[in-house]
């Protein structure tokens, strides 16, 4: 089984920025198409972004679109989500993902192991 753990959260003010790093545990890291997702309280895991195994290309939801930065080193089997211009409505908990089939990778059910989350705290 595929091991993530997330790493990088903190209290940050708004406009601040943040970087979060997923470690991933294996040999064959490459072969996923890796995702953030993230958790507000009271509220069901959104989609943040993904990217493909490569790293050739990412997608990301219209409300980070500008702000956020995923990126992949297969090297050193990790994913990192560069957060920048932050807002408190990005606090949440956020969780790295990955998919061994590309298929419904805006959505939780598209993902096959997760990482324990890593909390961001936007203050005002």
């Known amino acids: 089984q595929v091991q993530l753990v997330e790493s990088g959260g903190g209290l940050v003010q708004a406009g601040g920025s943040l970087r979060l790093s997923c470690a991933a545990s294996?040999?064959?890291?490459?072969?996923?198409?890796m995702g953030w997702f993230r958790q507000a309280p009271g509220k069901e895991r959104e989609f943040v972004a993904h990217i493909t195994r490569g790293g050739d290309s990412t997608y990301y939801t219209d409300s980070v679109k500008g702000r956020f930065t995923i990126s992949r080193d297969n090297a050193k089997n990790t994913v990192y989500l560069k957060m920048n211009s932050l807002e408190p409505g990005d606090t949440a908990v956020y969780y790295c993902a990955a998919a061994r089939i590309p298929s419904e990778l805006t959505t939780v059910r598209g993902y096959d192991y997760w990482g324990q989350g890593t909390q961001v705290t936007v203050s005002s």
């Open positions: 294996g040999r064959i890291f490459s072969m996923y198409v």
